[in-house]
């Protein structure tokens, strides 16, 4: 079986993570032949370079990144890698579709465009310019590509309730598929917590940490109220003190308290954050999946995320809630936390069995995916 792999648009970030579970999940299966067709970047290098002696692996590398390109590129060059190629199916990784009728499978990552919250917290703000430019259009321009589409991969099965509220799924076919490590050795016992000791708050976040979705204010806000009653803390942040004092999210109040990590490549030191007394907070309005909360919870600390959809379909109820666009919530769920004084251990276990329970659930090889979709395809034929 011959598998184009589409990774245009992925660089080395959260789908960067995602990307590599999947090359490890394809090497089960050298009998196929991968052809990658990505963007020029460190990450793509990297892993063609680590899997240069894999003969199963073929990455071809596109220059330019614009999404007219990538547009052109997918529906015209597209037709010439599959002939040429002797295409069986197209493993669109990150939302894209061709108009052709080559076998599809499209992976959702992103669901920004598909969720009446993040619609309204747009709006709520008066940034409808941002909006109709950030989500409305990119929305249009994905769902025209996803009506067209049987084979539908997600990550959670929330995901397919925010795609029914701006597209028809009931034609579609969807495979709810785990994109992280659950074996028993990729799980931390629980860190330990001796509150009222001083308090690590870590805030995981990317290049985009002042988008609307990302929702940094309610952090801000929720530190600065800590700040204000001499609560015993210091902030964890992988961002630089330059790109936070550009930021219309941050107050630099918060500077004294606040360790400025940057970008955290090195997978030792990332483990290192996630050490004793440490709360981690996210405060995205809506994921596809939540890889730092995820991460956070199998290395073993106590996470406070939105009680929204997406959190309880992901991480489970044994995580800490505070009610999203709430300051005084995320203040209040944090005091609640320190001041319970445990049994965190066991708190923390629950979660980790919870994660775990739900991940066995799903898919855990896309290459079944692939089997299923092509089965499908055949059983479809007069």
């Known amino acids: 079986m011959n598998i184009l792999v589409n990774a245009l648009g992925v660089k080395d970030s959260g789908g960067g993570i995602v990307?590599?579970?999947l090359l490890g999940e394809l090497l089960k299966h050298k009998e196929n032949n991968y052809i990658f067709i990505c963007n020029r970047n460190k990450l793509f290098h990297e892993l063609s370079e680590r899997y240069r002696s894999n003969t199963c692996f073929a990455f071809h590398f596109v220059d330019s990144?614009?999404?007219?390109?990538?547009?052109?590129?997918?529906?015209?060059?597209?037709?010439k890698i599959v002939r040429f190629f002797n295409i069986d199916l197209i493993y669109n990784f990150s939302g894209t579709a061709q108009a052709f009728k080559t076998p599809q499978l499209v992976k959702i990552h992103n669901l920004l465009f598909y969720s009446k919250k993040l619609d309204r917290a747009y709006w709520k703000r008066g940034h409808y310019k941002l909006w109709l430019k950030e989500v409305f259009f990119k929305?249009?321009?994905?769902?025209?590509m996803l009506q067209r589409v049987n084979h539908i991969e997600i990550q959670s099965s929330h995901v397919s309730n925010n795609l029914a509220d701006f597209l028809d799924i009931r034609n579609k076919t969807l495979y709810v598929k785990s994109d992280i490590n659950v074996s028993n050795t990729s799980f931390r016992s629980p860190r330990k917590y001796t509150f009222p000791a001083r308090v690590k708050f870590l805030?995981?976040?990317?290049?985009h940490f002042d988008y609307i979705h990302k929702n940094l204010g309610d952090f801000t806000g929720a530190m600065l109220k800590l700040y204000d009653i001499g609560f015993d803390f210091e902030?964890?942040?992988t961002l630089t003190k330059d790109r936070l004092e550009a930021s219309n999210s941050w107050n630099t109040l918060l500077n004294s308290k606040t360790n400025f990590l940057g970008?955290?490549?090195?997978?030792?030191?990332?483990?290192?954050l996630f050490s004793n007394d440490t709360i981690l907070i996210s405060t995205s309005v809506v994921e596809s999946?939540?890889?730092?909360?995820?991460?956070g919870i199998k290395n073993g600390i106590i996470t406070i995320t939105p009680d929204e959809d997406y959190s309880?379909?992901?991480?489970?109820?044994?995580?800490?809630k505070y009610k999203i666009f709430n300051i005084d919530s995320l203040v209040g769920t944090i005091l609640d936390v320190v001041n319970r004084q445990g049994p965190y251990g066991k708190f923390i276990t629950s979660a980790q069995n919870s994660l775990k329970s739900r991940e066995l659930e799903k898919f855990d090889n896309v290459v079944d995916v692939f089997d299923r979709v092509l089965q499908n395809k055949k059983d479809s034929m007069p």
């Open 139 to 144: 929305r249009l321009f994905f769902k025209f």
């Open 19 to 21: 990307l590599r579970k």
């Open 312 to 320: 309880n379909a992901v991480y489970g109820k044994d995580t800490y």
């Open 203 to 207: 805030y995981i976040v990317g290049p």
């Open 65 to 79: 990144s614009s999404l007219a390109y990538r547009i052109y590129f997918e529906n015209w060059k597209f037709r």
């Open 263 to 272: 970008y955290v490549e090195d997978q030792d030191k990332i483990r290192e």
């Open 235 to 237: 902030i964890n942040i």
């Open 289 to 295: 999946l939540g890889l730092n909360v995820i991460e």
